[in-house]
């Protein structure tokens, strides 16, 4: 389900889809929507949360590469 509200998450960086998804949950959790509007919300913090993990998880390998190749510069300077 798409809603031309949302931004679209490949342009969204961590902290604003985090930020999204931590007001998508709230509003989950305290206020009454009618049944369509919950699925499509909960749809769009699905997506969030995956689109933050995968930003996490490509982050994390960047400072993994950085740590190697500087292990290696290290090396080779020794």
Known sequence: ????????LESLPYEQAF??????????????????QSI????RGQKLAQHCASLLDNAELRVQQLTEAEMLDAEMAA
């Open 19 to 36: 930020s999204e998804l931590q007001t998508i949950v709230a509003a989950l959790e305290s206020e009454d929507h009618p049944l369509e």
């Open 40 to 43: 499509a919300l909960f749809e």
């Open 1 to 8: 389900m798409s809603n031309p509200e949302f931004t679209p």
